[in-house]
Nanobody
Framework: QGRLVESGGGLVQFGGSLTLSCVASGFALDSWAVGWFRRTPGKQREGVACIDKNETKTHYEESAKGRFTITRDNAKKTVYLRMNNLKPEDTAIYYC???????????????????WGQGTQVTVSS
């Protein structure tokens, strides 16, 4: 059974940086687009960024533009989310997921994804 495992979260100060990793096991990650999402208490899950399987197309939600970068290393079955200039409002549990359709190029809709990881907590102090 395939699964995704996130790591790299932690406590960081305002303006700091973190790099999250999403490692796949049980399936060939290079056949799927991958998205990063986040959830804060009392709020719905929201998209952060997504990347197609060939790393030719990426999309960032407004909150991530100019600060976050999504990349992937298919040989390592890993997708990364580099987060710079972090703000307290970035505090959340961050999840990665694989797009359901093998023809997907990175959807912004969480319903188009499966194989959600367990998440990694990111906390930004002010």
């Amino acid at each position: 059974q395939g699964r995704l495992v996130e790591s790299g979260g932690g406590l960081v100060q305002f303006g700091g940086s973190l790099t999250l990793s999403c490692v796949a096991s049980g399936f060939a990650l290079d056949s799927w687009a991958v998205g990063w999402f986040r959830r804060t208490p009392g709020k719905q899950r929201e998209g952060v960024a997504c990347i197609d399987k060939n790393e030719t197309k990426t999309h960032y939600e407004e909150s991530a533009k100019g600060r976050f970068t999504i990349t992937r290393d298919n040989a390592k079955k890993t997708v990364y989310l580099r987060m710079n200039n972090l703000k307290p409002e970035d505090t959340a549990i961050y999840y990665c997921a694989r797009e359901l359709s093998p023809y997907g190029v990175g959807s912004r809709r969480a319903d188009d994804y499966a194989y959600w990881g367990q998440g990694t907590q990111v906390t930004v102090s002010s």
